[in-house]
């Protein structure tokens, strides 16, 4: 087993306890069921009296077994492992841990923010924990929407059941905690310094290159476009900076090409050189 096996593995275990205590604490105790065969559980729990560790792992069978003819073993290991290590440390640690609020706000939002983080890790790690982020997986392989999207469309359907099965207001904090949990587990994913990818059009492309190769150390790609107005052929330079060489950049530029066309756009993952590697 490799040392990024290991490391994986490790942090496949912190988020799923992470993911557990966000249950534990804040959103089980509060009826919040926000989306997923978490939330799912939370319905039950309440409902029928069975342990949420139980039902997390009794329905992620079939999405084991999803996982496996749709993304192979290695997935399939990783996922069984990571709802696993959830439903046990869901009850392990029940006993030990407090219920710091009922407040119902405080709750969907404090408990989709540390789900969020835990859920981020493990995908981060190339794992889930079954149910509807392993969903969200399959929807990232064959469609053009992020991880936290994903998640956000397979779920509505369980917060719709929770407001059947409690009441609308629940739902609501449902689905607000849902919503934090998706924009954390995009951070975690992204990170939280974006570069910036700067597109830039000038007369003067060899001196724009020139300076950002001695001032900022970046490197630039140089394309071939034609406005479509003047027919004109133009020089358009492509140069990912951090985000704190942005206005940097932008001096530069209009140092020596004040008509210069420029627009920026963040990067939310760049893996290269000067960036950081692929792992």
Known sequence: MTKAVVRDYILITL???????????FLVPNRIAAGGVSGLATIIYHVLGIPVGWTLLIVNIPLFLLS????????????LYGALVTSVFVELLKPYLGVPTNDLLLASIYGGIVAGIGM???????????????????????FPVTVG???????????SLAGIVFDAELALYALLGLLATSKVIDLVQEGLSYAKAAFIISRFPEEITKAVFQELDRGVTALQAQGMYTREQRTMLLCIVGKTEESRLKQLVYQ?????FVFI?????????GFKRFS
């Open 15 to 25: 988020g799923s306890i992470i993911i557990a205590v966000a249950l534990d604490v």
């Open 265 to 273: 756009t963040n990067a939310h993952e760049v893996i290269g050189e």
């Open 256 to 260: 020596i090409d004040p008509e210069a």
């Open 68 to 79: 496996y003819r749709e993304l192979g073993p290695q997935v399939f290991v990783r996922s």
């Open 120 to 142: 981020g890790i493990v995908l981060r790690a190339r794992g889930t924990t079954g149910g509807t982020d392993l969903v969200a997986r399959l929807l990232h392989k064959y």
């Open 149 to 159: 999207q994903g998640l956000l469309g397979a779920d509505f359907v369980v917060i």
